[in-house]
Structure formats: structure tokens, C-alpha cells
């Protein structure tokens, strides 16, 4: 059964967020307080540790089942030169995920991440969004549910995408979402020079002053404006809130999507870790408004989840040191 068979469900869901598991987190906050360290001492790993307690539901969480998924997809943007690369690099990328030689390969096995890769239609590109909606009604929800069925029985959960050109109707989700002028929002992508930022910045701009009258909700920002691999992460990180599975976002695209589901419900994000802070400007901006830290600042701009898939190794020693730390009591150390 589909997760979202009609823009209702998903607006439903979108509008009933369940929140973590309050006892957990409690329980997980006290062991923190009785391991074997001056309290606060292993700053951001705790944190994580409590957050990944509360949403797994379990005083001492797990990774046992960690996931990245990365969804790919076309878009018919790319013809007003937006992209420093053709859009013919999706499908070549797909193939070199499955051949196993791209970065995410390397990262995610070296995280301890089963991987998967899900192209949505990509010999059919998303409609140009500067003259019409880049999805009819049917091809988003087609989307949203491709990446609701990827959570699957996760319990961590990584997000990650590949589609020639997506950066731009990331910027325009942004401006839509969150205000702004396409200016705002656009940066570099994959490398564009000057000409093509401009190109990227007018693309942004005709696009909300076409759809400016359909921008209300969270789906029809999706629908209009964004892609099919961004509307798939969005339906990931909404059917993974309904499931309590936690979320790594990566870099400004994957952020992006889950703007349209912030438009409707500034909620939506609790359940999220920023994996890392992209060398793309507008994510800075996009994490703020989210109210996210990312974990990481390396500088990558590269996509596919890599950067938090490098987050998990993190996330995994701020696990290991909540469940492995001896107690005060246990050690024989004083407290006082």
C-alpha cells in the first residue's frame, strides 16, 4: 500500500508529526550522566547519542540497520544551461554507483551503510519549470511514494541524491519556501562559471514569478518547482517521521527538499541530523532556518549523500561511547 495515495495523505501526515519517545531520551540523558566522564565533556557526541535514544525508542541505541538510499532523476531545467555537466551524467552515474566505483560506495561501506540507488524515470525529464509545472500531480505523488517505500526497516537512515542540473530547483524550493531572492539561494553546483550563476539565478527567478500563484503548500512547491529525486527525499524523511527512524540529511540539495515540508510544518526537521555543511552557499542559510548544526565542515560539495555518510562514523562513535562507557558505580570511580 502506497504511503501517500493522494495529496491528502501526504498533507495528513505532513500535519500529524509524532514526536520522539520522551522516556527514552530521558533515560538515555541520566546514563550520560553516570558514565565515567565529567559531564558534558564529550559535547556534540552526547547530544547525538540522546537524540538517536529518543527517536529509536531504546536508552542505548543502535545502528544495526543503517541505510543510505540515493535517488536520481532528470530535469528539463538543464536546458536553459544551468549545469556545467549534460544531463546524460545522471544515468552514467547510476551506472557507476552500481558498478560500485562512485564516492558514496566507498563512503557508505566505510560507514557500515547498505546502500541502494533508485533512478525515477530518467530517460523522462522533469518538465522545464520556468514555462510549467516540473511534475503533473500524479508524477509527485508517484515521486513522494518512491522514497516513502525506501525507508523499508531502517533504523538510520541517509539521504542522498544524483540529477545533472538539481541545484537549481534546490534554490528555487528554498526562495519558495523560505523568502528570498533567487540571488539569495543559487550558488556554483558542480562548477558553473559566472554566466552560468547568472543563467541559474533567471532560471530561479522566472520559475516563482510563473508559479507564484501555486506556491502554497508543501506539495504544490514540490510539484512545481522540484524534481523527482528531491520530491523522493522529502517523501522519505515524511514516511520516516512516521515511522520514528532517524535522518542524516547531506548537503544543500537533500536540505532543500525537506523546505516545502518546513513551508507547512516548521516541525518537520526534528527528527533530522545535518550530516555536514556543504561548500555550497545557500546551505549555511537553509540549515539556520531549519534550526539544524551540522555534525561536519569539510567543505564537500560533491552530493550523493557522501557527506553524511562520512557523518555516520560520528554518529557511530557517539553510540559506541553511550553504550560502552562504564558507570561510575560500575568502575569503582568516585563521584565526589
Not at 67 to 83: K, L, P, Q, T
Amino acid at each position: 500500500m502506497k504511503a501517500f495515495p493522494t495529496v491528502a495523505a501526504f498533507e495528513a501526515t505532513l500535519a500529524t508529526l509524532p514526536e520522539p519517545d520522551a522516556a527514552a531520551r530521558d533515560a538515555a540523558t541520566a546514563r550520560q550522566g553516570q558514565l565515567t566522564k565529567p559531564p558534558g565533556s564529550l559535547g556534540r557526541l552526547e547530544e547525538i547519542a540522546i537524540f538517536l535514544a529518543g527517536w529509536q525508542g531504546r536508552e542505548r541505541p543502535r545502528i544495526e540497520r543503517g541505510r543510505a538510499v540515493i535517488f536520481a532523476g532528470n530535469h528539463g531545467v538543464v536546458a536553459r544551461g544551468v549545469s556545467a555537466f549534460p544531463a546524460e551524467v545522471t544515468a552514467q552515474m547510476v551506472a557507476n554507483f552500481a558498478a560500485g566505483g562512485a564516492a558514496i560506495n566507498a563512503l557508505a561501506a566505510a560507514a557500515g551503510l547498505a546502500l541502494s540507488v533508485v533512478p525515477l524515470d530518467l530517460d523522462r525529464p522533469t518538465m522545464d519549470f520556468t514555462t510549467a509545472p516540473a511534475m503533473s500531480e500524479a508524477e509527485c505523488l508517484a515521486a513522494l511514494n518512491a522514497g516513502a517505500e525506501a525507508v523499508g526497516d531502517a533504523d538510520l537512515l541517509v539521504l542522498g541524491e544524483m540529477g545533472i542540473g538539481n541545484t537549481t530547483p534546490a534554490a528555487a524550493l528554498a526562495a519558495a519556501s523560505f523568502g528570498g531572492d533567487a540571488s539569495d539561494w543559487v550558488g556554483p553546483g558542480t562548477g558553473v562559471d559566472a554566466q552560468g550563476l547568472s543563467r541559474k539565478a533567471v532560471a530561479v527567478a522566472d520559475g516563482l514569478s510563473l508559479h507564484r500563484d501555486h506556491l502554497g503548500s508543501a506539495f504544490e512547491i514540490l510539484r512545481h518547482l522540484g524534481g523527482r529525486e528531491i520530491a523522493a527525499i522529502a517523501g522519505a524523511v515524511l514516511a520516516a517521521r512516521a515511522k520514528r527512524v532517524p535522518i542524516v540529511l547531506d548537503g544543500f540539495i537533500g536540505t532543500a527538499a525537506i523546505a516545502p515540508l518546513a513551508f507547512a510544518n516548521p516541525g518537520i526537521a526534528a527528527h533530522c541530523l545535518a550530516g555536514h555543511c556543504s561548500a555550497e552557499p545557500g546551505h549555511v542559510r537553509l540549515l539556520d532556518r531549519l534550526g539544524l548544526t551540522p555534525i561536519l565542515s569539510l567543505d564537500m560539495r560533491l552530493g550523493e549523500g557522501s557527506g553524511a555518510a562520512v557523518a555516520v562514523q560520528v554518529i557511530r562513535s557517539a553510540l559506541a561511547a553511550h553504550d560502552g562507557m562504564a558507570t561510575f558505580a560500575e568502575a569503582g570511580v568516585a563521584t565526589a
